[in-house]
């Protein structure tokens, strides 16, 4: 079994962004994802401090110290692009103009909370960012994150066990190890990676899984 | 005698009253203050009697300009344990040359809002690191390079109250446009909406958020006009025009001054009756 690198997980969400879509990206993985959207395909990129449009990162002649992302990265404007304020930014995020959100996660519970804020360690002061105005307010959200901890523990739970997010409002999880989508009936694996088995999939799953009559291997370029 | 300005009914740095009023000030008798004993010997601590007088002469200038001539006089009258809001996201559109001032300015136990809590060792981090911020309002207090906000943390020399970002910008939205707060669906069912009052909305739980207001803010632009019309650059507009909104005294320093009409109408993007201060600083 060969568990997906952090690149071929951004490319598998990727793969799932529609055509024309207005999508939010939080830091870190999520990131990767525009890196990865098919040829062809048009999807708006929407970033917290004031931008729709946003394109990839600079090259040395296109960098830009008042443009950056919001991981506090550089990035550029595509020709259509605009610039906002925070209220117009937030505006759009909470008053559900955005098609999808997709967020990194410590955890995901089987009804679709989430948690990716805080883990409660005195030695980190909490950060919040815009991870509950996206949570609640995108039209869809999806989570995106390794199946389990470094040390084995899993991270998709029958509750969090960490601070929540947001209660009930993520739609798809992609994992290193399955695409799993959250139903009114549980969780729906929908692909796992070659070589692992829907037990041993289960065994690494706190929470109760049903494997979809038409899965397939989860591929990734 | 000595002229004693009102707190933001004529700004001292500009001369421009705010209120409208033209031309009535107030004095303050202070050697009468100074002799006045009680019939312990003691100074009287009663507050000083203070009365209006009308100028007979214009105390505001016939131009509007809002151009302050340095940074110190851009920071003039801001007090110990003001709430001070700080453009900005991470260092971009930050004003990082007026928050070193505020440091040599010296005021003390500040309530700072920003969205985080500065970056390296200069600006907002700078100010933090001296013990000058009692408490800090932002979203994520560790972004590039927390390590003063940090130390301050873990010495517990600071307070943090923690805000989702979209919350924090509307809720001084709500200060600038009158509101008496609002009611929204983040942070529902969370720790941070933990004692908040909630309410029933066609049939979703909202939250009811409360406004902050500043007493000063402090903002980066790129062009303004004497008339304090503002433009900014790609992301560095961010917080800076909610900000200039919803606080008393707004301190903007830019990259340039151009003249009356250089800036579009139609592309002006904070417009000048939210401005009061304007001071150039050209290492941008």
Redesign the interface.
């Known amino acids: 079994m060969t568990p997906l690198t952090r690149r071929q997980m951004a490319w598998r969400a990727a793969q799932d962004m529609c055509d024309c879509a207005y999508v939010n990206l939080g830091i870190g993985l999520p990131t990767l994802v525009s890196d990865f959207i098919p040829e062809g395909r048009e999807v708006v990129f929407h ?5 729709l449009g946003m394109g990839r990162a600079p090259a040395p002649h296109e960098v ?5 992302n919001a991981g ?1 990265g550089l990035t550029t ?1 595509l020709p259509g692009g605009s ?5 117009d ?2 505006l759009m ?2 008053g559900g103009h955005l098609d999808v959100a997709l967020l990194g996660a410590f955890e995901v519970a089987e009804n679709g909370d989430l948690a990716n804020w ?1 883990t409660e360690d005195p ?11 996206l949570a ?2 995108a039209k869809e959200v999806r989570a995106i994150l390794e199946h389990t901890t470094k040390d084995g523990r899993p991270r998709i739970r029958r509750k969090c066990s960490y ?5 009930a409002c993520v739609k798809r999880i992609y994992t290193n190890l399955a695409v799993i989508d959250v139903t009114p009936d549980g969780l729906v694996v929908r692909e796992v990676v070659e070589g692992l088995d829907f037990a041993g999939l289960q065994d690494r799953t706190e929470a109760q899984l049903t494997l979809a009559n038409d899965w397939r291997p989860l591929a990734a370029a | 005698m000595r002229l004693v300005v009102e707190r933001v009914k004529t700004d001292p740095a500009t001369r421009i009253r705010r209120d409208g009023l033209a031309g009535q000030c107030r004095f303050r008798d202070d050697a009468a203050l100074s002799t006045k004993r009680n019939e312990n010997n003691v100074r009287d601590i009663r507050p000083p009697v203070v009365r209006s007088c009308r100028f007979r002469r214009r105390v505001a200038p016939a131009m509007i300009d809002k151009q302050v001539p340095g940074i110190r006089a851009a920071l003039a009258g801001i007090r110990n344990g003001s709430t001070v809001l700080c453009g900005g996201f991470g260092s971009v559109g930050a004003p990082d040359e007026l928050i070193d001032a505020l440091l040599e300015q010296g005021a003390r136990d500040l309530v700072i809002v920003s969205n985080n809590a500065g970056v390296g060792t200069t600006g907002l981090a700078a100010l933090v690191d001296n013990n000058r911020v009692r408490k800090i309002i932002c979203s994520y207090p560790r972004s590039d390079d927390p390590r003063a906000f940090d130390k301050a943390y873990k010495e517990g020399r600071i307070e943090l109250e923690l805000v989702p970002q979209g919350t924090m910008s509307e809720r001084m939205r709500a200060a600038a446009a009158g509101l008496g707060g609002f009611y929204t669906r983040v942070s529902v069912g969370t720790k941070l909406a933990a004692g908040k009052e909630t309410r029933e909305i066609d049939g979703q739980t909202y939250v009811l958020e409360m406004p902050l207001k500043g007493d000063v803010a402090l903002l980066k632009a790129d062009r303004a006009d004497r008339w304090g019309n503002l433009t900014y650059r790609k992301s560095a507009r961010n917080f800076n025009p909610v900000m200039a909104m919803a606080a008393d005294l707004s301190v903007v320093q830019v990259r340039t001054m151009v003249e009356l009409g250089e800036i579009d109408p139609e592309c002006v993007h904070t417009p000048g009756i939210f401005v009061d201060r304007v001071v150039v600083v050209e290492r941008h």
């Open positions: 970033s917290e401090n004031g931008i830009d110290r008042d443009l950056i506090k404007l610039f906002f304020h925070h209220n930014a937030f995020i909470r805080t030695a980190f002061p909490p950060g919040v960012g815009s991870a509950m105005d609640v307010g601070p929540l997010t947001a209660a």
